[in-house]
């Protein structure tokens, strides 16, 4: 979840570390620092709690090769000297870590024995120690770094910094780094997205791969010794630099793209559903090959999920099911399934371990992700980008509509070949479809008038409840999701029939509840139930607060997409930032959370 950068140049590295600091930010914003080296032996290090901004760099650039480093807290407090990079008791070595150590305990106490000062709280500072104890007998620094790995148990992207020689050493496991090069020097990096703007080509550090980074350029190490480059991957157009918009925040201008963003999808995608030309492009089995489907994420990725998985079962009439990635270490996986893996950037760490405990046989995994690039999309038996582009808020708006949409049109494509569903209802399911992105346009502007109101009369609601039935289910577990991300108030979703069954015990006077509504005229008994205990109802269907959509005769019905309203997430997502703006929070950086969970 934390952010790493490392460059080696003729000069400017402090400069361009900061600046692919910045770009990562997005992953973790509760400390920054950067150490580098000048050519003439000369060391700068700073490290502060206000953010990458405040790292100061000289106008005139001296230093040659420096490491940075943006954290998202996980041992230790929020302080200077918990920040990263983190020094060796000589002051000669510096790192940087991604990752856990599990047996930092065990470690602390060797080397607090053998005389090292370690002077954080953090688990990362054993590595340096380590580092330093290696470096006695290595005969270099890729060597020493190598020799320190091999100590540790857990998970670790580490750049390290040589002061007395300007060289940068790097190595991963179960935690992602990439190398490139650059007209103006060599990165490293946990994220291609941190230096986009200056390479076209990458390369994936893979577990326990040791890099080396200096004046001569990238070389690279395995298993201790010598080893080839491997190939250069290009970087997706999906990882160039984000759209500016009318809003001073990232999140109000992805939520703002996603009229752009479902045209894309459908536009690029749409074509190639029938006769199973999409499912074919991804070399999945046939569809008929698969009993049931397996829905594995976390989050907001797990909720697009589940709408996925709504097509199959409710088109398909094939089983489908949710599994937390978190909470799946017991789960009984059966033969001829097909596992559905959401993770916007490719590198969730519990998505990443829920894969590992998977069968060898029998299971089929088709990875769906912003980063076609990332870990999961490199171990998975195929990979669809999602299409959404850059998405920096840390609360996702666009990454979630691009899963819906792009998951569905797969899901389609697969059924389009089987007799499981009537040409009638994939056509009325393909009308839906192309239907979708005017829709997202339509409850954009609409809703743009409506929100401030429902902003003002709920700014002192201490708790919020979304209610939904059916398809409708996932998208108040989403509004609710991103009501506590950004306003840090409570927020229950339930589906409205389980509201008589103790949830209705939340409702007061004047509680706001939130109704997302597909059409299904239950949902009537249930606003009857808030609205007699005096809550206040907010009927959500795309088009306005308090009007719900036709409902539909039964030669209708077909026109209802099985992935249910996916318009409606959008005043929701447009109701919490205004909540939030109001309350005076960072909408695009909410505590305690980043974009990038790449620890358990």
């Not at 943006?70 to 870590?97: K, S």
């Not at 630099?241 to 996603?258: F, K, L, T, W, Y």
């Not at 797969?410 to 393909?430: D, H, K, N």
Request: hydrophobic letters at 45%.
């Amino acid at each position: 979840m934390c952010g790493i950068a490392a460059s080696v140049g003729r000069h400017g590295a402090a400069s361009r570390v900061k600046a692919a600091l910045e770009r990562l930010e997005y992953r973790g914003y509760d400390s920054a620092g950067i150490a580098a080296r000048s050519a003439d032996g000369g060391v700068a290090y700073a490290r502060t709690v206000g953010g990458v901004a405040s790292l100061g760099t000289a106008p005139d650039d001296p230093t040659t090769a420096a490491i940075g480093h943006t954290r998202w807290a996980t041992h230790g407090g929020v302080t200077e000297r918990n920040a990263h990079p983190l020094r060796d008791c000589t002051g000669r070595l510096f790192i940087a870590h991604n990752g856990i150590i599990e047996n930092a305990d065990i470690l602390r106490t060797e080397l607090v024995a053998a005389g090292h000062r370690l002077t954080s709280d953090v688990d990362s500072e054993v590595i340096v120690h380590l580092l330093e104890d290696a470096l006695i007998t290595a005969v270099s620094l890729a060597a020493a770094l190598f020799a320190a790995a091999e100590r540790l148990r857990g998970s670790w992207a580490v750049v390290a910094l040589d002061t007395l020689t300007g060289e940068i050493a790097a190595t991963a496991h179960g935690s992602p780094l990439i190398a490139a090069e650059a007209a103006d020097g060599v990165y490293v990096a946990s994220d291609v997205g941190a230096v986009t703007d200056r390479v076209t080509e990458f390369r994936v550090i893979d577990d326990d791969d040791v890099v080396v980074l200096d004046s001569a350029g990238i070389r690279w190490w395995g298993a201790g010794q010598s080893a080839p480059t491997p190939a250069a991957r290009t970087v997706p157009r999906s990882h160039r630099s984000p759209v500016a918009g009318r809003h001073s925040d990232h999140m109000g201008n992805e939520i703002d793209e996603q009229p752009a963003v479902a045209r894309s999808i459908v536009n690029s995608l749409a074509p190639r559903i029938a006769e199973g030309a999409l499912w074919n492009d991804l070399a999945l089995p046939p569809i008929e090959t698969f009993e049931r489907v397996v829905i594995l994420g976390c989050g907001t990725s797990l909720h697009a999920g589940r709408a996925v998985g709504g097509v199959f079962s409710k088109l398909g009439r094939l089983p489908s099911r949710a599994l937390v990635a978190s909470e799946c270490a017991d789960a009984v996986w059966e033969p001829r399934t097909l596992v559905i893996a959401l993770s916007q950037s490719g590198e969730t760490a519990d998505v990443l371990r829920a894969f590992e405990a998977l069968p060898r046989t029998g299971i089929t995994v088709l990875a769906l992700t912003n980063n076609p690039m990332s870990t999961l999309a490199r171990r998975a038996d195929a990979v669809i980008d999602c299409l959404a582009g850059p998405e920096i808020g840390v609360a996702a708006t666009k990454t979630f509509l691009a899963q819906v949409l792009t998951g569905v049109c797969v899901a389609l494509s697969g059924l389009s070949t089987s007799p499981r569903l009537a040409p009638r209802v994939f056509a009325a399911q393909q009308r839906a479809l192309h239907h979708a992105p005017a829709a997202i346009e339509r409850a954009l502007r609409v809703w743009g008038d409506i929100v401030p109101g429902l902003t003002n009369r709920f700014a002192e609601a201490p708790g919020f409840l979304f209610l939904g039935r059916g398809g409708g289910v996932v998208y108040a577990a989403e509004g609710a999701l991103k009501l506590k991300e950004l306003t840090y108030r409570w927020a229950e979703h339930q589906p409205a029939g389980e509201l008589k069954h103790g949830p209705l015990a939340l409702v007061g006077q004047g509680t706001p509840v939130f109704v997302v509504d597909d059409g299904d005229p239950r949902l009537d008994v249930s606003i009857a139930e808030v609205e007699a205990r005096g809550g206040h109802v907010v009927r959500v269907s795309g088009p306005g607060p308090q009007t719900s959509p036709s409902r539909p005769s039964t030669s209708d019905a077909l026109l209802l997409p099985a992935w249910g309203p996916l318009d409606a997430v959008v005043p929701l997502q447009m109701f919490a930032r205004a909540l939030a703006l109001h309350l005076g929070h960072n909408v695009d950086r909410p505590r305690n959370l980043a974009k990038s969970v790449t620890v358990q």
